[in-house]
């Protein structure tokens, strides 16, 4: 008797440490679905049912959140990851840069790790690169980028920490550049989004993500490799295809379960949804989808003094609250409805934010660069980036004291389950003590 309650105390105590992963002060969970914040807010649009455990949407150009489902919660993102490493790389390298794999690539190209197979020694362009990483999540070609870009990986994982806080992602945390599983490779999946919206202004990292077919040529030890989108909202031959999708990445791992992040457009509008942890891709796709069509049939954007912002139909810059705040010497005022966040402006003048991608910016050569007097390069794009990375950092500013706030209530509820666990485990040993000494 007392054998069987040892061995239900220890399945019971698996179970739960299954459901977690701690790294110091952040708690990774996963097992259970949050609940839907939004649905809390008066007269806004009622959500979609999605089963993703933690999931966001947001307008790309406001950054205000449309729908959120734990969007602050931890989670492992998998192969999500590659959307920084994208983004870093297209900063920081030009696409004409020759890449020879060293062994810090070629290490992993295994059977159980995304590959195109690169060896010892075999040359390809960054270029070849990132749409490698991307549209074949190939984890050999994201370490060799790591290296060539930051002249280490431990250097190019700072470069991608360093851009994480600077876009305001405060949850986020890299170990790798290709989201192989670690303890300490975290992030939420609103950080997701502010990532993936600081991408799509960027000419090269919209492109490369709204790829669907690219072809490597043949290199010095290889034939051409032809490479096809494992994204089903964006393969036409999918009963999954979404029509506007314009990029995303998709990931898995068995802690991460299955990641999507993904990109719609249509008649000016954009959004950005993330969805996290499933079971299958699929669900991650139908839950996006839903997210998708929910933006598009829910809400509009209105002109509030000159910017453009997303708010359930029928309402009205009359129906907006204001608040404003100092940042940098500038007066903003933050637009609220029913207390969500819609978007800001500043106070004095509020000029239209320039558009995500310029026609100008996809013009300026067939790469999108132009070569400075001491051979750096510069993207068409930069000035864009730069205003984005304004836009966001003062968001970002505004929502900080927000999610310090959920922090503290999450290490609450942390220090609960641990106190509970320990509980049952007291009341199970003090039985089986009791029928010992019967």
């Not at 440490?17 to 806004?44: H, K, M, R």
């Not at 040359?123 to 002249?151: F, H």
């Not at 993500?209 to 043949?218: D, K, R, S």
């Not at 007097?373 to 510069?378: L, S």
Request: aromatic share 6%; charged share 15%.
């Amino acid at each position: 008797m007392l054998g069987k309650l040892w061995k239900a105390a220890a399945v019971s105590l698996a179970l739960i440490l299954s459901s977690s992963v701690t790294v110091g002060a952040v708690t990774v969970n996963f097992g259970t679905a949050a609940a839907v914040a939004t649905d809390n807010i008066q007269n806004w649009p009622a959500a979609p049912a999605t089963v993703s455990e933690t999931a966001v949407l947001i307008d790309a150009d406001t950054g205000a959140v449309l729908y959120d489902k734990g969007m602050n919660e931890y989670r492992f993102p998998a192969s999500t990851t590659k959307l920084m490493t994208l983004l870093v790389a297209v900063e920081n390298a030009s696409p004409r840069a020759q890449v020879t794999f060293t062994e810090t690539g070629v290490r992993d190209v295994t059977w159980d790790s995304s590959n195109i197979g690169m060896q010892l020694g075999e040359t390809i362009t960054m270029k070849d690169c990132w749409y490698a990483a991307i549209i074949e999540s190939a984890n050999e070609v994201c370490a060799q980028i790591a290296e060539t870009v930051g002249g280490t990986e431990a250097e190019f994982i700072n470069m991608m920490n360093a851009k994480a806080k600077e876009l305001g992602c405060t949850r986020t945390h890299f170990a790798n550049a290709g989201g192989l599983p670690d303890a300490n490779h975290y992030t939420t999946a609103h950080d997701l989004a502010k990532i993936m919206r600081a991408g799509l202004q960027n000419a090269r990292f919209r492109k490369v993500v709204g790829a669907v077919n690219y072809t490597i040529p043949a290199t010095n030890m290889s034939a051409a490799r032809g490479m096809h989108t494992h994204m089903p909202l964006m393969a036409k031959e999918s009963n999954l295809y979404y029509e506007g999708c314009i990029g995303g990445k998709t990931g898995s791992t068995q802690d991460a379960g299955h990641t999507l992040v993904a990109a719609a457009e249509r008649n000016g509008r954009t959004y950005i949804a993330v969805t996290l942890r499933t079971q299958d891709l699929g669900q991650n796709c139908n839950d996006t989808i839903a997210l998708f069509d929910y933006a598009f049939n829910n809400f509009d954007s209105i002109d509030v003094n000159g910017v453009k912002m997303t708010v359930p139909k029928g309402v009205t810059a009359a129906d907006l609250t204001t608040q404003s705040f100092e940042r940098n010497g500038n007066t903003f005022n933050q637009y609220y409805y029913n207390g969500q966040f819609v978007g800001y402006a500043p106070a004095a003048a509020a000029p239209t934010p320039p558009a995500a991608v310029t026609a100008a910016a996809e013009t300026v050569s067939p790469e999108g660069e132009t070569q400075a007097a001491d051979g750096t390069v510069q993207t068409a794009e930069t000035g864009e980036t730069s205003g984005l990375q304004e836009m966001q950092g003062t968001e970002s500013a505004v929502q900080n004291a927000e999610e310090e706030q959920e922090g503290l209530s999450d290490t609450a509820k942390h220090l609960l389950i641990a106190g509970g666990c320990m509980g049952v485990l007291l009341i199970i040993l003090l039985i089986a003590l009791y029928i010992k000494n019967g």
